[in-house]
C-alpha cells in the first residue's frame, strides 16, 4: 500500500506558474504508474496528466497538453506537475494518484484504473 500526499497549491494569476509535488510513502515507489486528476466544483473529476510505472512516456489531457509537464523522481519518491501558461479554467482540487496494476509501459488515464489517491490541494486561477 502507499499514501500520497500533495502539496504546491495556491493563489496563482492568470499566465502564472506553480509546480505540484505528490510525495508517496514507502519502497515500491517505481512500480507505480502515476497521474494527475483534477476537480472543479460541481464538475466530475477529470484527467491531467499520467506517466507509467517506466517514466519512459507522458500523457495529458488535451486542456492542458504544452502547458503542464508531469515527472518523477523515483529517488525521492515523488511525482511533479509544473503547470505554466495558467488559466481560470485550470482552477480546481488537483490530486494525485497510484496504479499499481498496469504493464511496465501502461499509462491509465481513466481515475477508475487507479488504486491509490492523495487528499488533493486546492489550486486556485485569478483572472
Known amino acids: 500500500q502507499v499514501q500520497l500526499v500533495e502539496s504546491g497549491g495556491g493563489l496563482v494569476q492568470a499566465g502564472g506558474s506553480l509546480r505540484l509535488s505528490c510525495a508517496a510513502s514507502g519502497r515500491t515507489f517505481r512500480s507505480y504508474a502515476m497521474g494527475w486528476f483534477r476537480q472543479a466544483p460541481g464538475k466530475e473529476r477529470a484527467f491531467v496528466a499520467a506517466?507509467?510505472?517506466?517514466?519512459?512516456?507522458?500523457y495529458y489531457s488535451d486542456s492542458v497538453k504544452g502547458r503542464f509537464t508531469i515527472s518523477r523522481d523515483n529517488a525521492k519518491n515523488t511525482v511533479y506537475l509544473q503547470m505554466d501558461s495558467l488559466k481560470p479554467e485550470d482552477t480546481a482540487v488537483y490530486y494525485c494518484a497510484a496504479d499499481e496494476s498496469g504493464f511496465v509501459a501502461y499509462i491509465p488515464v481513466d481515475h477508475n484504473e487507479y488504486d491509490y489517491w492523495g487528499q488533493g490541494t486546492q489550486v486556485t486561477v485569478s483572472s
Open positions: 506517466m507509467p510505472r517506466s517514466g519512459s512516456s507522458t
